[in-house]
C-alpha cells in the first residue's frame, strides 16, 4: 500500500492524558522523559498548525490537572475534560473535536499506553483514521506493558514513532524550509543529545537561509 507522509495539510494531534497524577504512575520512562515528549509534541503541532485535541479527567479527579509546562505551551487552547471513561472515543465531546480536525492521519500520544492511549487508538483505527503512536511522549505502569501496549497497537495498523520523527517528517529538510529554525529551537530544547553538533542551532539557521 502506498505511504502517504504526514504534512501540515492531513495531519492532527491528539494529547491524551499527560496530567500529573497519572505521571506518578509511570515505570517505563522517567517523568521528565515523558513531559519531555509531551512537550515536544505540543510545540511541533503549533509550530506547524496541526490541528490540536488535548483531553484529559476533571481537573478535580485523582489524577489531578495537566503537566502545569504542558498548560503552559498549550496556552488557552481547549481541553476536553472527559468523564473517566478510557477509550477518548466514548466522550461525545472528544469525537466531536476529532471530526473537527478533518483529519484522517492522528498523531496520537498519552498516559497510559496500555489503557486511554490503546483504546482510543484501536477506535480510532476502527472509524478508519490513520494512527500515529508516539512512543516516546507516551508511558505506562512497566517498560513490559508500554512495550506490549505498543505491539497491540503496530498488529491493529498503527505506525509508532517518535516525536522527532513526527517533526521532521512534517519539515522534511533543513534546507529551504521556512519552519528549520523554529524546529531546529524545539530539537535544540528537547532533544539534549543533539548539542553534541556544537554549532547546531547555528548550523541550522545557515542553512534555512541559503
Same mark, same amino acid.
Given at each position: 500500500?502506498?505511504? !502517504?507522509?504526514? %504534512? ?16 506518578? +504512575?509511570?515505570?517505563?520512562? !522517567?517523568?521528565?522523559?515523558? *513531559?519531555?515528549?509531551? +512537550?515536544?509534541?505540543?510545540? %511541533?503541532?503549533?509550530?506547524?498548525? *496541526? ?14 490537572? *495537566?503537566? #502545569?509546562? +504542558?498548560?503552559? @505551551?498549550?496556552?488557552?487552547? #481547549? ?12 466522550? /461525545? ?25 490503546? +483504546? !482510543?487508538?484501536?477506535? /480510532? ?8 503512536? @508516539? ?73 534555512? %537561509?541559503?
Amino acid at each position: 500500500m502506498a505511504y !502517504t507522509p504526514l %504534512t501540515a495539510d492531513n495531519s492532527a494531534m491528539v494529547l491524551i492524558d499527560h496530567e500529573v497524577g497519572f505521571s506518578n +504512575l509511570i515505570g517505563s520512562h !522517567t517523568i521528565d522523559d515523558n *513531559l519531555n515528549g509531551a +512537550l515536544a509534541l505540543a510545540k %511541533t503541532a503549533k509550530l506547524f498548525e *496541526l490541528p490540536m485535541v488535548v483531553t484529559s479527567g476533571p481537573e478535580e479527579a485523582a489524577a489531578g490537572p *495537566l503537566y #502545569p509546562e +504542558l498548560q503552559e @505551551v498549550l496556552g488557552d487552547h #481547549p481541553v476536553v475534560y472527559r468523564d473517566p471513561v478510557f477509550d477518548a472515543f466514548d466522550n /461525545a465531546e472528544f469525537t466531536a473535536a476529532v471530526e473537527a480536525t478533518g483529519r484522517k492521519k492522528l498523531v496520537m500520544a498519552g498516559i497510559q499506553t496500555d489503557v486511554c492511549l490503546a +483504546l !482510543t487508538a484501536l477506535t /480510532a483505527l476502527n472509524k478508519g483514521y490513520e494512527v500515529y503512536a @508516539v512512543v516516546d511522549a507516551s508511558a505506562a505502569t512497566t517498560k513490559e506493558t508500554h512495550d506490549y501496549a505498543m505491539q497491540r497497537m503496530i498488529q491493529a495498523g498503527a505506525i509508532p514513532v517518535n516525536w522527532l520523527a513526527v517533526g521532521a517528517e512534517l519539515l522534511r529538510g533543513w534546507v529551504d524550509q521556512p519552519l528549520a529554525p523554529a524546529f531546529g529551537e524545539i530539537v535544540y530544547q528537547h532533544l539534549p543529545s543533539w548539542k553534541h553538533l556544537g554549532t547546531h542551532a547555528a548550523s541550522i539557521r545557515k542553512l534555512a %537561509t541559503q
